[in-house]
């Protein structure tokens, strides 16, 4: 049996998730306060994924950049992948939170929406 | 005579003023202004643009700019007033009427001075600077604060440089380990002076660990290379007395260096009033009603003592806004002569609020404060008048990390009963695991 510790990153209290494998499946999650934390942990163990959080480059706003976040986890390995789509793209202010800047970012088949009004 | 009268005047427009302003207009006061030194409101949440907030507050995991903009939009619905781009540069009290006296600033109407039946001191924190740290060697360009450098890239989006080192390892740094890196740079690593991070957990999964960042513990910078641009720095490994060790000496070739070193609350204004001020947090002392040691002046947010999470700060700033109202509208209620001192030992360094009314607290009251090491399997213990009150098991405490305990006011009330004194005190302290 292999046992796995890992912080929880679901929410800031940061829960320590202990998570028991067998032959590369889990089969016990101990230490999570929730069950968002579970499915944290199992997911975390067997298929990472991250919200990316970033910038694109703002036409005929106040400031030359926007802040844009992935509107779904993307996989962990990918997170450099969607940084570098997003240093392509430019937006033309006005632009809105919830907008989308850009559509299935780096074939993740999430999008990026603006996160502040601009 | 002043130029302005208001019930409520608000210092500060980020998160803890614009929860205060929302919260005080709820609860029935009208005559509010909220003064905010920036060209916007929302505060220090603009350039935050990471996520991981709101998940108390709006059980959703939101950016810097979208937890404020929940609260902007509400301060706009309620049409409540706000200047920006003015700076308070003066608090004083009016000892005849109890008015609080606000003199401000700002590039259109000069300076002016505004009486207010109550004030909410809302002006957060701001960064240990370099100058605080004494860190050896010549002053060249390429050193920043973790927020300042935050603010080029998110706000101007431009790069403080290419290849960092970190010292400190507060959240601000940790979160600009990630944005560095994804803009392009080479975060070389992050030295911590104490044996534990000052940062939250998941910052350092997030941020560091993902990238394969490392974070030294018990090391700090000890020479800085560059007479114009910084050219690199000497970190060493620390003794437990926190002094370096000789011979751990590693140069780090670098051209930025920033600083995430911890945050001071913002209190200069709070000084010239006259509150009384708490030297652990560097805040006001407040009681249950988040009212400092002037009547009629409350404090929330960063500017009483630094959170880990903007969520604790809306939701104080809320009791304070609300206990605000209270006071213009005469609907404090009536004391008992109660009072509690909440004591800190043993592990705690400090608690907000430190004095508690009980015939003046809410049904339950949160007590939050932060430990000043790291603990593993304790609990947490608490005493009213020498009986227990609770005891909580704890896997983890940190000090990045902020706790909290609530006090039940029928608790409360059954327990001072039993005593004949006026006076009563809660203790607070770290314990082996019963």
């Known amino acids: 049996m292999d046992i796995r510790e890992l912080t929880c990153i679901r929410c800031p209290i940061g829960c320590h998730i202990s998570v028991e494998m067998e032959e590369g499946k889990v089969v016990n999650i101990t230490g999570n306060s929730c069950p968002r934390g579970a499915e944290y942990a199992a997911s975390e163990v067997t298929d990472p994924v991250r919200t990316v959080t970033s910038l694109v480059r703002l036409k005929g706003g106040a400031r030359p950049v926007v802040s844009v976040k992935t509107a779904g986890n993307v996989p962990k390995d990918r997170m ?18 919830g907008d989308v800047a850009l559509r299935d970012v780096a074939g993740t088949g999430i999008d990026v929406v603006v996160t502040a009004n601009a | 005579m002043t130029d302005m009268k208001k019930d409520l005047v608000i210092i500060g427009g980020g998160p803890a003023g614009l929860s205060a302003a929302v919260s005080a207009s709820r609860e029935g006061a009208e005559d509010i202004l909220i003064i905010e030194r920036d060209t916007r409101l929302g505060g220090i949440l603009n350039q935050c643009i990471h996520n991981g907030f709101g998940l108390h507050t709006f059980k959703e995991e939101l950016t810097g700019p979208e937890y404020a903009d929940r609260y902007i939009r509400q301060v706009e619905d309620g ?3 706000y200047m920006l781009d003015t700076m308070v540069v003066d608090l004083a009290y009016d000892d005849g009427s109890g008015d609080k006296i606000i003199t401000a600033m700002n590039a259109k109407d000069g300076l002016f001075t505004i009486s207010a039946k109550a004030v909410i001191l809302a002006m957060g924190c701001r960064e240990r600077p370099r100058g605080a740290l004494n860190i050896p060697g010549f002053r060249p360009s390429g050193i920043y604060s973790a927020g300042t450098a935050q603010y080029y890239v998110n706000m101007e989006g431009r790069m403080p ?9 507060g959240d601000i740094g940790l979160i600009m380990a990630r944005r560095m890196t994804y803009e392009g740079a080479k975060v070389l690593c992050v030295a911590e002076l104490q044996p534990y991070s000052g940062g939250l957990k998941r910052n350092i999964v997030q941020c560091l660990d ?12 000890v020479d800085i290379k560059g007479k114009k641009r910084l050219e690199g720095v000497t970190i060493a490994e620390v003794d437990e007395n926190r002094k370096p060790i000789p011979g751990t000496e590693v140069f780090y070739e670098c051209d930025t260096l920033l600083l995430s070193c911890g945050l001071i609350p913002e209190n200069e204004l709070s000084g010239k009033l006259g509150v009384r001020m708490n030297g652990v947090t560097g805040g006001a002392y407040v009681n249950e009603s988040l009212e400092t040691s002037v009547p009629g002046v409350y404090a929330c947010g960063n500017v009483l003592h630094v959170h880990d999470l903007v969520d604790y700060v809306s939701g ?7 206990n605000a109202a209270a006071f213009i509208l005469g609907r404090t209620g009536t004391d008992d002569g109660n009072v509690i001192n909440i004591k800190t030992e043993n592990g705690v360094r400090y608690s907000v609020p430190s004095v508690v009314r009980p015939a003046l607290m809410g049904n339950t009251l949160t007590v939050r404060f932060r430990v000043g090491n790291e603990y593993r399997d304790k609990d947490l213990a608490v005493y009213l008048n020498g009986k227990q009150l609770m005891r909580l098991p704890k896997r983890v405490m940190a000090p990045g990390e902020m706790e909290q305990i609530v006090l039940v006011k029928s608790k409360v009330e059954e327990i001072i009963a039993a005593s004949e004194a006026k006076e009563h005190e809660v203790v607070i302290r770290v314990e082996d695991k019963a």
């Open chain 1, 80 to 97: 450099m992948d969607v940084v570098a789509a997003l240093k392509e793209v430019e937006l033309e202010a006005p632009v809105h939170i």
């Open chain 2, 161 to 169: 440089g290419r290849k960092v080192v970190i010292l400190g390892s």
């Open chain 2, 316 to 322: 104080e700033a809320d009791m304070a806004g609300k």
């Open chain 2, 79 to 81: 049409k409540i007033p």
């Open chain 2, 210 to 221: 993902d990238f394969g960042i490392p974070l030294l513990l018990s090391h700090t910078v």
